[in-house]
């Protein structure tokens, strides 16, 4: 069966299983960010695959996660609507420690797996994201190389016909490194990958038009070829892992643990930190370098403050964390213009 992969201006086949990737940083899925957009298109009445709404089962794994730390599964089948059947496959962040790199790796291909043998399962075509290769920092080379390890391993007589959206056209971004990776990695495995992410029409298709929609500052829709571009998720990286920075912050202030024994959710602290990550967002990319600098102060700035007046200690926790985010990001003295790091 084939392996192809094709533009978001193309809606996923008939009876197709859609396969979105989840999170472990967003607490509901309301805040659940573009890739997802595309989930709650084919999905928007709600429909949970057994009784029920299927974004109340997913609230619950995510709140499960966060207050109780019980693992998301890496792979789940959640919705229905039409023709199409709906799950979620969910990697971790991806760290350049070597000690956690074997299980990152194996969680991810467990979401893979989870998803192809689903598809097997149900006998339907299967139409899955690349994983983890916005904002969660995974190599597009090196997710490739494990979607086509996976792919040979849970398919190995080529039953099931896969298509994997391509979101960005230019030759640099992650998409399309993780495609070419891809077809190299599976001709090495004598199986082909097809390529049609040249955009056959110019008219908008459904999931390009909730993209555009939704998140108009990310999105550029290009007139002369019709292609999507996401510029602020994989056109710079930089933008990318500040605002993971900023996101996991939020995330820690929110969540109670160790000497932060209160959640600071709704806290002053954590909503000016929402709205510096708005503003990052909506930085156009040519501006992001005279801009990187200074949006980095405003976060020192912001964590160097207590949530409230009436908490009592001197200086919380994620001014350390935040020096120790950008570090692991790659955020040092030597590469940060005009800012010194404590």
Not at 77 to 91: F, L, M
Not at 118 to 136: R, S
Not at 242 to 269: A, M, Q, Y
Request: overall charge negative.
């Amino acid at each position: 069966m084939p392996i192809c992969t094709q533009t978001t201006q193309i809606s996923p086949s008939a009876n197709s299983l859609i396969v979105c990737a989840g999170t472990v940083t967003c607490r509901d899925v309301k805040g659940m960010g573009a890739g997802f957009l595309v989930f709650k298109k084919f999905f928007n009445q709600d429909m949970h695959i057994e009784k029920g709404k299927w974004s109340d089962h997913l609230n619950e794994i995510l709140e499960d996660y966060h207050q109780d730390k019980k693992p998301v599964p890496p792979y789940i089948r959640i919705a229905k609507q039409d023709s199409y059947t709906g799950g979620v496959a969910t990697v971790p962040v991806y760290s350049a420690n070597k000690e956690q790199q074997e299980e990152l790796i194996s969680q991810y291909k467990a979401a893979i797996k989870g998803a192809i043998d689903d598809a097997i399962h149900l006998q339907q075509p299967l139409y899955l994201q690349p994983l983890g290769i916005g904002v969660y920092g995974w190599p597009p080379a090196l997710a490739a190389q494990l979607f086509a390890e996976v792919i040979s391993e849970a398919d190995p007589e080529d039953k099931l016909a896969i298509t994997i959206p391509i979101h960005a056209q230019d030759p640099k971004s992650n998409d399309k490194i993780f495609e070419a990776t891809l077809k190299q990695a599976l001709d090495e495995k004598q199986r082909t990958l097809t390529i049609t992410t040249t955009a056959a029409s110019k008219k908008p298709s459904p999931v390009t038009e909730v993209i555009k929609e939704s998140l108009p500052l990310f999105v550029e829709n290009q007139p002369d070829s019709g292609e999507v571009t996401r510029t602020t998720a994989v056109g710079n990286k930089r933008q990318t892992d500040l605002t993971f920075i900023v996101d996991t912050l939020i995330n820690n202030i929110e969540t109670p643990t160790g000497k932060r024994w209160t959640s600071g959710k709704d806290s002053e602290k954590v909503s000016n930190l929402k709205t510096l990550r708005d503003a990052m967002a909506n930085t156009p990319h040519e501006a992001w370098s005279s801009s990187e600098s200074d949006f980095i102060e405003q976060i020192r700035s912001v964590c160097q403050k207590k949530r409230n007046v009436l908490h009592f200690w001197a200086t919380p926790a994620s001014v350390s964390e935040f020096e120790t985010l950008l570090d692991e990001k790659g955020f040092t003295p030597s590469n940060v213009k005009n800012t010194t790091l404590k």
